[in-house]
């Protein structure tokens, strides 16, 4: 599958390219601050702009620790700008 992304500047400068790579959001591991991937209302992928949680039922934005309804498709370690 591939992603159309606005990528973060910082993303560029990284060594490890597996934090890079789209994971399949069944994948996705509880506690971390991360990158979603959503299906937009047009039917495109498109990548958050905030760090978000998986938490139990659901997901949190990672900066206000609010619950946010979303059905993300996959996800990958977030990276903070520099």
């Not at 500047?9 to 934090?19: E, G, L, Q």
């Not at 937009?40 to 990548?47: E, L, Q, S």
Request: net charge positive.
């Amino acid at each position: 599958m591939k992603w159309v992304n606005k990528t973060r500047k910082s993303r560029a400068n990284r060594t490890d390219h597996n934090c890079l790579m789209w994971q399949p959001i069944s994948t996705a591991p509880y506690e971390r601050d991360l990158e979603l991937a959503v299906i937009d209302g047009d039917g495109g992928p498109h990548a958050l702009v905030f760090p978000c949680r998986r938490i139990p039922g659901g997901w949190i934005h990672a900066e206000l620790k609010k619950w946010i309804d979303v059905s993300p498709t996959h996800w990958r370690e977030w990276v903070e700008e520099l």
